[in-house]
């Protein structure tokens, strides 16, 4: 019964992680973008338009992507190019975002998408790693979604600390003045590194309409953009952290489901306010425990003029 609850916190995790991937990419750049809930929602819609449309998974997973990198690159032209506010740019691609797929939506509430499409993202046991007790059953008997998560996560980590690019972009977020001086194309990496996050959003807003659900539904992201925000900080900007941060919110979010089978009945609102108060929980100890390692890239949220270096 542990094993099966611990497995459904991975599915439920996942799409967090993609969303806490794609904004801890574009924070290292040094750009606050508090649009992952639009994002999300614009992967989500698009992705389950050309899944119902072609029956391509493939076409579907790209499109949500390149839906999401599009919301990414309004907000990159409005703070990069025009230097305007990032708090304010970012309200402004959720709201953004959630009426495109209000709009979009239109017409789909109730549309499923096709067996062939169900069949492509079903359950994959690995060989050997799917045989290892307990932890077999949790993470490696999944979808090949879970699947991508994992790889990412491991390769975004390997890219932030392990290769050149990677590591320019860390002097981007930490001095972006110095990081210039160095030759580093800054507004390059920003606009780079923000449309990848956008795109890693539009992934979990997919696998939300494509998968987790599978079908269409009314702001189908329900607040997980928000959480993903404030993963980011839980996780301390670290890919790994993310993943484990992830599943155990992922785990806050069906517990409710799990205690009805046990006969346990809590009020409905109070499980769907769970993954909220311990976001603030969480919000709150980190911002306690003040350290080096728990701070933020130095220069998030600040605007780079050049002129003023």
Request: proline content about 3%; charged content about 10%; aromatic content about 14%.
């Amino acid at each position: 019964m542990l094993t099966l609850f611990l497995a459904a916190a991975v599915v439920a995790g996942t799409p967090l992680l993609f969303a806490i991937l794609g904004e801890i990419i574009t924070e290292k750049s040094g750009k606050l973008n508090l649009g992952v809930e639009g994002m999300m929602l614009m992967g989500a819609v698009i992705g389950f338009k050309v899944g119902l449309a072609t029956a391509n998974p493939y076409l579907s997973i790209i499109a949500a992507m390149v839906s999401g990198a599009f919301g990414a690159s309004i907000f990159a032209f409005l703070t990069i190019t025009l230097r305007a506010n990032q708090v304010v740019a970012g309200l402004s691609l959720t709201i953004f975002g959630t009426g495109f797929s209000s709009f979009l939506g239109q017409g789909l509430m109730g549309e499923v998408i096709s067996d062939s499409m169900k069949k492509f993202f079903v359950e994959i046991h690995l060989p050997i790693l799917g045989q290892i007790p307990f932890i077999g059953e949790i993470f490696f008997r999944q979808g090949i979604f879970v699947y991508i998560g994992y790889v990412l996560a491991i390769l975004t980590g390997i890219y932030l600390y392990r290769t050149r690019a990677g590591l320019n972009l860390l002097a981007v977020g930490e001095n972006t003045a110095a990081a210039d001086a160095a030759g580093i194309r800054v507004s390059l990496y920003q606009y780079i590194h923000t449309l990848a996050g956008g795109a890693f959003c539009g992934l979990g807003g997919a696998y939300l309409s494509l998968v987790y659900i599978p079908s269409w539904q009314e702001n189908v992201s329900a607040g997980r953009g928000w959480i993903a925000v404030a993963l980011v900080i839980f996780s301390k900007w670290s890919p790994y952290r993310a993943i484990y941060a992830a599943f155990l919110f992922g785990g806050l979010d069906i517990i409710g489901f799990r205690l009805q089978k046990f006969d346990i009945h809590f009020s409905q609102y109070i499980i769907d306010m769970l993954p909220y108060v311990f976001t603030t929980l969480v919000l709150i100890l980190v911002s306690i425990r003040e350290s080096k390692e728990n701070a933020p890239p130095a220069e998030l949220g600040n605007p780079y003029f050049r002129e003023e270096r």
